[in-house]
């Protein structure tokens, strides 16, 4: 998997490390990821539903901050959670354009873990590597 | 090791008494106040390194007054640690920071006595807590009963608990034993995103998850350490009592969200404040964007009061249905409701001058004592109710505040036991599955939406609450009144 939850960094929330060869890798893995805080089988999600979101943003770490919060965001809102991810980011810009196929949250079908309050800023880091890029995000629970 | 880590260094500890050790201002560079941790030595000792960091942190920004300062149950968060209480002085500069208050706006706990015994409630443990499992939403993303549109919900938010009472949803008498009678004056929903307030406005009567909680509990009579406050409270020997702790939902959480990205934009460049953590991020309290901030996280105080109103409803219900008489004859009554992640106005004594300050309490509960006009008339002699949730295995508090801690504390104490382990490390370590059935051969029926949450929250991922609860006593902070035990658990 191309994201791995850290242990001792964060006692009462969840942290995680990410990786990816191009943005859209990484800004996809982190949305897993954030997702799979919430949600065991990811693969019960199926692409039923979809919506598009546009962010503008001042740097690419305030870019995947803002991205992450929407789902965050529309996991209330409008009580969705999302698998797929179809995204286009202009790294130069630091803006994106993201189609999301996914579903409703539904007990039911999925196995609900714990809800994710807010995607801090604490320890938040993306960078760019040798083999692509990299991040590093705290959530609150 | 992670990538982004900081290395931390145990602060040399200067020792002000068996249960109060001050960290001087020469440990970090920036620090304008020195740090004051209320815990015993052993608390002192074993808690995480990154407690000391970000506490210290604290004591960096702008306008801080006196200490920065740290609770018994303190634990490691982002910004201030969970646990920290610092006041900031506006006519001095002084800042409002969310991350001083936490996303969760008025996480609380809220306490309902009835005259029930352990030998009438036990045979009707079970389907008291299924009935209110299915009453009280819990777990990812719940919407509740209560259907509001965007104006009803910012009517939510500008008037909290009030609105829930005019739409039938509580006794009037509520709203007195709630902090800030469950109205906070000056909440301002034109200063509220939409985004929040759809966000929220599906979510008044859930509970969230996490450690949020329901909970119906025992008074066993050993367990009652003041009999004059106990009685004031409406405490009794054998007593059943209900517990909750939640807070204000998707909706607090994105205001915080919002406002953290504002004040990151201004901070540096409009007002030349330099923070260690961009979770401090923040701006003077007498300046626009703080003065938005305070009269948006006003209305995410009153809609977690509202939350909870709404949520108290339903207990009635539920209490009413299964035990087959109406509330009012079950004795249901409201103890208090206190909130434990807050900045508020409040007038102390600094230097014999007598100052408002902007009092952060982010995990730290209001503890005022006896005499202060702040609390109820019928609890004045005896202080504020505290209500200190516990892990879900080992029991609840509830404390009397002090005139300790408005000398010492910014009338404030801890909230809860405070975690020692990582949730990652406790899902590795406890079998959710498990946990339910030992607890359950111990007397304690859980229903909760996963096993994983569970195993989450196992008694061994927190300190000793007793521990705790005994540092802040003999600190001073508050003072000890009833311990209650766990029989029945609703765990978001």
């Known amino acids: ?141 | 090791m992670p990538f982004v880590h900081r290395d931390f260094s145990k602060p040399e500890f200067k020792k002000i008494s068996d249960v109060i050790w001050e960290v001087p201002t020469s440990f970090k560079q920036g620090m304008r106040v020195p740090v004051r941790v209320f815990a015993s030595k052993g608390i002192v000792d074993a808690m995480d390194l990154q407690v000391y960091d970000q506490i210290t942190n604290v004591a960096t920004l702008p306008g801080i007054v006196r200490h920065a300062m740290c609770m018994p149950d303190g634990h490691s968060g982002y910004g201030f640690p969970i646990g920290g209480v610092a006041a900031f002085d506006p006519e001095n500069g002084g800042v409002i920071s969310p991350g001083g208050i936490g996303f969760d706006i008025n996480c609380g706990m809220r306490l309902i006595t009835t005259n029930l015994t352990l030998k009438d409630v036990k045979p009707h443990i079970k389907e008291l807590i299924d009935n209110l499992f299915e009453r009280v939403p819990a777990g990812v993303g719940e919407s509740g009963f209560f259907k509001l549109n965007v104006q009803q919900f910012r009517e939510v938010a500008e008037t909290g608990a009030e609105y829930a009472i005019k739409q039938g949803y509580g006794w009037e008498e509520d709203l007195e034993r709630t902090e800030e009678n469950g109205n906070m004056k000056g909440a301002d929903a034109s200063k509220v995103s939409e985004k929040a307030l759809e966000r929220g406005k599906k979510q008044v009567g859930t509970l969230g998850s996490g450690n949020h909680y329901l909970e119906i509990q025992h008074v066993k009579p050993e367990n009652i350490f003041d009999q004059e406050a106990a009685k004031a409270y409406g405490i009794l020997p054998d007593q059943i009592v209900i517990m909750f702790h939640c807070g204000s939902r998707g909706f607090g959480h994105q205001i915080g969200t919002d406002y953290l990205e504002k004040f990151l934009g201004v901070m540096q460049s409009k007002y030349k404040i330099q923070i260690l953590d961009k979770e401090l991020a923040c701006a003077p309290f007498n300046s626009p964007e703080g003065q938005d901030y305070f009269a948006a996280m006003k209305c995410g105080i009153n809609m977690s009061f509202a939350n909870r109103q709404v949520i108290l409803h339903r207990i009635r219900e539920a209490f009413s249905k299964v035990m087959k008489q109406s509330a009012e004859s079950l004795g249901l009554k409201m103890v208090y409701d206190v909130a434990h992640n807050t900045a508020k106005i409040e007038k102390y004594r600094v230097d014999g001058e007598v100052k408002e300050l902007v009092v952060h309490r982010k995990g730290a509960t209001r503890a005022l004592g006896p005499g202060n006009p702040e609390v109820p008339s019928f609890y004045r002699h005896v202080g504020q109710p505290v209500i200190i949730g516990g892990s879900m295995e080992t029991g609840s508090w509830l404390l009397a505040g002090t005139k300790g801690a408005e000398e010492q504390t910014w009338g404030s104490t801890c909230h809860g036991s405070g975690r020692t382990m990582s949730r990652s490390r406790a899902t590795r370590m406890f079998d959710g599955r498990k946990l339910l059935q030992d607890m359950m051969k111990r007397g304690i029926y859980v229903k909760a939406t996963s096993f994983e949450g569970v195993a989450e929250e196992a008694g061994p991922a927190y300190k000793d609450v007793d521990e705790v609860i005994n540092a802040a006593h003999i600190a001073g902070i508050s003072k000890r009144v009833v311990k209650f035990l766990p029989l029945g658990n609703v765990k978001g």
């Open chain 1, 1 to 141: 998997m191309p994201y791995k939850f850290i242990e001792d960094i964060a006692v009462a929330d969840v942290a995680f490390e990410v990786t990816g060869k191009t943005l859209e890798e990484l800004f996809e893995s982190a949305a897993l990821a954030t997702t799979n805080v919430m949600i065991r089988n990811l693969e019960s999600i199926k692409p039923k539903v979809k919506k598009t979101v546009k962010i503008q943003a001042s740097d690419v770490e305030n870019l995947l901050h803002k991205f992450l919060s929407e789902i965050v965001f529309l996991k209330d809102a409008k009580r969705l959670v999302f698998i797929s991810y179809k995204l286009k980011i202009d790294e130069k810009k630091n803006s994106l354009e993201a189609v999301l196929y996914g579903d409703k949250l539904d007990r039911n079908k999925q196995i609900h873990i714990v809800d994710v309050k807010a995607v801090t800023w604490h320890l938040f880091k993306v960078e760019k590597t040798q083999k692509g890029w990299r991040a590093q995000v705290i959530l609150d629970i």
